[in-house]
């Protein structure tokens, strides 16, 4: 199976700032990797899919990057709404693996 | 505006079987497969397969092979996951998400269905 490592498990921040979240696989996975966002008691939703590509309504204040094994979701002008859990995930091969998750705190 | 809506918690005994339901809207049902993940509480997000419900073709985690279950019913848009000999560890709630393949992202996800295993 592709692990997935993702780091900061956790971190703090204020409104206003830039954070980082990086995400590397076991593996190459090409531009198979996606960006879902959780907020306490609700379901995932899709940010960011095929490394860079926004979703729906996503604000541009997130952006993706990365190819290979090594891929980051940047969130600029942090807002109230993003303090949540950002989980990546790889779609390149099955089964299908997540990172453990980086929770974003005030 | 597409829609995945699952059926109600559930809590059932060790070596029950649970299945829960996912009825889509909103789009056209046999365009898109879907995925079944759950969350353990407090944990991550696991994937346990994919189901085309075009032809009912599946995609299982080799973790689950031979205690899931994945159909759907197109004349009713839903899709369904049956997870048999359930032990405690699958405590978890249970989503289902839309997904074109297998390896593809997924844009949109039911609620999520919590399902309790305890003696």
């Known amino acids: 199976d592709i692990q997935m490592t993702q780091s900061p498990s956790s971190l703090s921040a204020s409104v206003g700032d830039r954070v980082t979240i990086t995400c590397r696989a076991s593996q190459t996975i090409d531009t198979y990797l996606n960006w879902y966002q959780q907020k306490p008691g609700k379901a995932p939703h899709l940010l960011i899919y095929a490394v860079s590509s926004f979703h729906g309504g996503v604000q541009a204040r997130f952006s993706g990057s990365g190819s290979g094994t090594n891929f980051s979701l940047t969130i600029t002008n942090l807002q109230p709404e993003d303090f949540a859990t950002y989980y990546c995930q790889q779609s390149y091969r099955t089964p299908l693996t997540f990172g453990g998750g980086t929770r974003v705190e005030i | 505006q597409v829609l995945l809506v699952q059926s109600g918690g559930e809590v059932k005994k060790p070596g029950a079987s649970v299945k829960v339901s996912c009825k889509a809207s909103?789009?056209?049902?046999?365009?898109?497969?879907v995925n079944w993940v759950r969350q353990a509480p407090g944990q991550g997000l696991e994937w346990m397969g994919w189901?085309?419900?075009?032809?009912?073709?599946?995609n299982y985690a080799q973790k689950f092979q031979g205690r899931v279950t994945m159909t759907t019913d197109t004349s009713t848009s839903t899709a369904y996951m049956d997870l048999s000999s359930l032990r405690s560890d699958d405590t978890a709630i249970y989503y289902c998400?839309?997904?074109?393949?297998?390896?593809?992202?997924?844009?949109?996800w039911g609620q999520g269905t919590p399902v309790t295993v305890s003696s």
């Open positions: 909103d789009y056209t049902f046999t365009t898109y497969g």
């Open positions: 189901i085309s419900t075009k032809d009912g073709n599946t």
């Open positions: 998400a839309r997904g074109r393949s297998p390896f593809d992202w997924f844009d949109f």
